[in-house]
């Protein structure tokens, strides 16, 4: 049973332009949402995070939406950069105060120069 | 960086035999968490520890055991290993009231 959902494997934009990356849940309980971006042999490094009680949270080229109704997430990252070119994991936290990351399955995001 | 630090970084060994792998948190974090990440799975939730105690469980198996330590780091003791152990195990760290974890850079094992 999978309770964080990445439906889309991959994504191919072109430098400059806009990514959005989605990311669906299916618990409620869920308390706080976080956007990790990971480079191959590499660890999973922190990019954004939002809590519940928040439906937008900025940093700098990244931005993290969040609808609880619909229970999804999306990260925008505006302009996109070669550089950004990794696998991007969405992953939840806080169901029943557990600190433990709950994972979705990743997408690769491709940024073409 | 993310101040984690894991060792080895690669471990080859065969079906049946014990390993350790170590983890060293972010100064100051009291949690560490381990996770495994395999081709089919996805990144999975092993165990947690907090301050020498631990603190919550997940998909673990009984052959594998976690420890941390008074200086904080903390090791998984994976034994009577088998194919399927073959994946990146990942540690990560966090400090007192955040839900943020910092990952290391993982350790990956292969069964041979």
């Known amino acids: 049973d999978q309770q964080v959902k990445q439906n889309s494997p991959s994504l191919s934009v072109q430098e400059g332009r806009i990514s959005i990356l989605n990311c669906d849940y299916t618990?409620?309980?869920?308390?706080?949402f976080l956007w990790y971006k990971k480079y191959p042999a590499e660890g999973p490094t922190f990019l954004i995070s939002?809590?519940?009680?928040?439906d937008k949270n900025e940093d700098g080229r990244f931005t993290v939406f969040l609808n609880k109704s619909a229970k999804h997430l999306s990260l925008h990252i505006v302009p996109s950069q070669p550089g950004d070119s990794a696998v991007y994991f969405c992953a939840a936290s806080g169901q029943g105060g557990s600190e433990k990351l709950v994972f979705g399955k990743g997408t690769k995001l491709t940024v073409n120069p | 960086d993310s101040g984690v630090t894991q060792t080895p970084k690669h471990l080859i060994t065969a079906t049946g035999q014990r390993v350790t792998l170590r983890c060293s948190p972010r100064?100051?974090?009291?949690?560490v968490y381990w996770y495994q990440q395999s081709l089919d799975q996805g990144l999975q939730f092993l165990i947690q520890?907090?301050?020498?105690?631990?603190?919550a469980k997940g998909n673990i198996l009984e052959r594998f055991s976690a420890q941390q330590f008074p200086d904080l780091h903390s090791e998984l003791n994976l034994s009577s290993l088998e194919l399927g152990d073959s994946a990146l195990y990942f540690c990560a760290s966090s400090e007192v009231g955040s839900w943020t974890q910092y990952f290391g850079p993982g350790t990956r094992l292969l069964v041979l």
């Open positions: 618990n409620s309980m869920f308390d706080y």
């Open positions: 520890y907090y301050n020498g105690e631990e603190r």
């Open positions: 939002i809590s519940s009680i928040k």
């Open positions: 100064s100051g974090d009291l949690s």
